[in-house]
Each structure stands twice: as structure tokens, then as C-alpha cells.
């Protein structure tokens, strides 16, 4: 009858330098992606980047069954070298063998992120979405990302894995 359930807990995890989906960040750290915009005039023979196309951060397998419900929130704290981007971010199940099954997602355009305080809870920004702010490249931005709310159980032995991409 209510949503999330009373006895949910928000769980944090925080995005590591190293790709680990953890408790806590061992040492300041940071991560980069290059996202190419197909017909951006890119020629055909120009050198392979170095960078990947987006982000993953893994978990540690868990050792029991974990079963979880609610609201999802990511907080990301990223710089942008173009005017404006969209955040993809994907939540997935990862089984020990076997593909890995998306959970949920959220979007985010980032000259549209600013939230109404008024009404967000920690786990569930409400975002404006009515009037673009400036985002200023290269600048460190944090960004709340409201992903679609879920319940999932989780068997012993699987992991959880966030990819974050950009359009």
C-alpha cells in the first residue's frame, strides 16, 4: 500500500576511481569517457580514442541474497566540455555467468537538472524541467538523476553494475 515500502533504507554506494561500485572511495579519484556524436564530421580515418564511450562501475558480488525496493537516486558530480549533454545512467543485474539484465534507468538533460527542493527527497529528485540553466563546460557540475523506482531481489553471488553514457 505504500511506496517505497517503511522499512526500505536508502544504501549509498559511491562511484570509485577504480570502476568498483562501493562503500567508500579509497583516494580521490577520477574517470573520463569520450562520447563522439554520430555525423559530427569525425573523418573515417581519424586515430582510435583512447577513451571509452561510457562508464561501469561494479559491485562486489554479494554474498547473500539481497532484495531491495524504492526510490533510486544517482548523484553525479561530472564536468562536460560541450554546452549540454543528456545522462544515461542504467542499473543492472550482474549473474555470475550469463548476461547482465537491466534493472532500471534514468535520464537526465543537464540544462534541465535544476531541482524543486520544495518537493525532492534524498532517493527521489523532482526536477524542474522547465527552464534551461547554463552549464558551463569544464566546470565541475553535481547532477541528481532520478532513476525509475524498482524492486528487485538479487541472488547470492550476483553483482550490481551502473554504466553512465551521455548524448
Same mark, same amino acid.
Given at each position: ?18 570502476? &568498483? ?68 545512467? &542504467? ?56 532513476? &525509475? ?19
Amino acid at each position: 500500500a505504500d511506496w517505497p515500502p517503511p522499512q526500505a533504507t536508502l544504501t549509498p554506494y559511491n562511484l570509485c576511481s577504480d570502476a &568498483v561500485l562501493g562503500d567508500a572511495e579509497p583516494a580521490a579519484g577520477h574517470r573520463e569517457y569520450l562520447h563522439i556524436l554520430v555525423g559530427s564530421g569525425e573523418p573515417s580515418n581519424a586515430n582510435a580514442h583512447t577513451l571509452p564511450e561510457r562508464l561501469t562501475w561494479d559491485t562486489a558480488p554479494v554474498g547473500e541474497p539481497v532484495e531491495f525496493a524504492g526510490e533510486i537516486e544517482l548523484t553525479l558530480q561530472a564536468k562536460i566540455t560541450a554546452l549540454d549533454t543528456s545522462w544515461i545512467a &542504467v542499473l543492472y543485474d550482474v549473474p555470475p555467468q550469463g548476461e547482465a539484465v537491466a534493472i532500471t534507468a534514468g535520464w537526465l538533460r543537464a540544462s534541465l537538472s535544476e531541482i524543486d527542493l520544495a518537493k525532492s527527497r534524498l532517493g527521489a529528485p523532482v526536477l524542474y524541467c522547465r527552464q534551461p540553466i547554463a552549464i558551463v563546460p569544464g566546470r565541475a557540475t553535481t547532477y541528481r538523476i532520478p532513476l &525509475v523506482p524498482n524492486a528487485r531481489h538479487l541472488p547470492a553471488g550476483h553483482r550490481l553494475r551502473l554504466v553512465i553514457a551521455s548524448a
